[in-house]
């Protein structure tokens, strides 16, 4: 493989094809999508571990991995084989019939995270919504709640999903603004402050949903010892915690979760994202049975949540990590990563935050938006995503290489120098 590669034939004609190919695309595109997006102007035709190639035949390195999605990197072998297995025998029986993989999944998922039973749906704003039913009926049949006034507590710059909910109790003005009346029930309090969470408790508190890295925020960690205080509260005070490990979990860390950085054991996991290994929509709530157990039949439900395809990926993805091989090595290659962007601070670089292979970059914003940055890393063979203003975030596949890491990492050495050169 061969990162930054431009065009493979250097003949005019060809390159003519080719940008004519990309600009028909895109026209097609801009005119029949939806604009709730604003990717970058490169169309991926197809994709092998942390390299994706586009239409042309160029090849950049992918350091979004699709929003961790694509943690164990596109197109894994293994996850691959046990997709195209699944794709020969049964792909949906909906959850009127058992399948024979569901079972096995959920076993072995729940044994992976240390809880005993799953709840199996596609999208992480799925796992999110019925994460707050779950919790919601929980406070009311089991915590004795009054009926209608529970109240679950949610952390400032949160991003769990763009359902009408789950936008409720967002503060995000863009991901909010005109699609109201909003959800009721929801108590939002700074991320990280543990006594404004403790002064947000009351008996009618169900639950705490929080992310123990805010991801979309700019990969925000928490102080030392916030995740083992809301642990402690919410233990005293009998309310669920939920962690949103959709984006943290599942390898991205070093660790299988992040919540295990402070070796706090929530109620809820919600997980997605690479539980689909990339290939599949994937999700799920798992906790113990004190808890799932609360739902009947008809109270929940999804056509597609726990269908074999899902299922049988849903195994494999569980068995890399079982291995913890990639654990290790995101926590390897994240030592690496962040000793590489530490060496860009104070040469456009303000600020790193990292855990594992994820890093939240904030960019000197005289210097340039995180968007500009991504469209010049782009030029350079590198794909990655802003998050807010001038904040970047590398979260590249686990299976990339050492020598691929650095030349993403030299990219945007590269990009800062242009830009400050002016
Ligand atoms: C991506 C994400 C979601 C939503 O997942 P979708 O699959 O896009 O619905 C929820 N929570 C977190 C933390 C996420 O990163």
Redesign the pocket.
């Known amino acids: 493989m061969n990162p930054g590669t431009t065009i493979s034939e250097d003949s005019m004609t060809a390159v003519e094809t080719a940008t004519s190919r990309t600009e028909s695309l895109l026209a097609q595109t801009e005119q029949h999508v939806a604009h709730n997006y604003h990717p970058l102007d490169v169309i991926v035709a197809e994709a092998s571990g942390a390299t994706v190639t586009d239409v042309e035949g160029r090849s950049y390195l992918d350091f979004l991995a699709g ?1 961790s999605a694509t943690n164990f990197g596109h197109c894994h072998p293994a996850l691959i084989a046990a997709a195209e297995e699944q794709l020969r025998r049964v792909t949906l029986t909906s959850r009127a019939f058992h399948n024979d993989q569901l079972g096995p999944f959920a076993a072995e998922l729940a044994a992976l995270v240390g809880k005993e039973m799953v709840l199996p749906m596609n ?3 799925e796992a ?1 919504e019925t994460a707050v039913k779950v919790a919601r009926k929980w406070g009311y049949q089991v915590k004795g709640v009054p009926d209608g006034k529970a109240e679950i507590i949610v952390a400032a710059g949160n ?3 763009r359902t009408t909910t789950i936008i409720s109790f967002s503060d995000d003005e863009t991901a909010r603004a005109g699609f109201g009346p909003y959800t009721p029930g929801f108590v939002t309090v700074p991320y990280g402050d543990l006594a404004a969470l403790a002064r947000a408790v009351t008996p009618n508190t169900v639950a705490v949903l929080l ?1 123990p890295i805010q ?2 925020a700019g990969v925000l960690i928490p102080p030392a010892g916030y995740l083992a205080g809301v642990r402690e509260l919410t233990r005293q005070a009998q309310v669920l915690f939920l962690a ?1 490990e ?2 943290s979990g599942l390898g991205r860390t070093g660790r299988t979760l992040a919540c295990e950085h402070e070796n706090v054991v929530p109620d809820v996991y919600l997980l ?2 690479a539980l689909g290994g990339g290939i599949v ?1 994937v ?1 799920a709530v798992v906790a113990d049975r004190d808890v799932l157990g609360v739902l009947q039949p008809g109270q929940h439900g999804s056509t597609f949540g726990g269908n074999p395809l899902a299922s049988a990926v849903g195994r494999a993805v569980v068995g890399l990590l079982q291995t913890g091989e990639y654990q290790q090595r995101a926590a390897r290659l994240g030592d690496q990563l962040r000793a590489g962007l530490d060496q860009l601070l104070g040469h456009g670089v303000v600020a790193v935050r990292s855990r594992g292979l994820w890093a939240g970059i904030d960019i000197d914003p005289e210097l340039a938006t995180g968007r500009e940055i991504c469209t010049r890393l782009a030029r350079y063979g590198v794909l990655a995503k802003d998050t807010h203003g001038s904040t970047l975030r590398f979260a590249p596949a686990i299976v990339i290489g050492e020598k691929q890491l650095q030349f993403g990492v030299d990219q945007l050495a590269r990009v800062l120098v242009d830009l400050r050169r002016g």
Do not use: L, M, N, R
Request: aromatic content about 12%.
């Open positions: 929003y999208t992480g704003a999110v991003f769990h999903g992310e991801g979309e949103d959709i984006q997605g994202k929509p999700s």
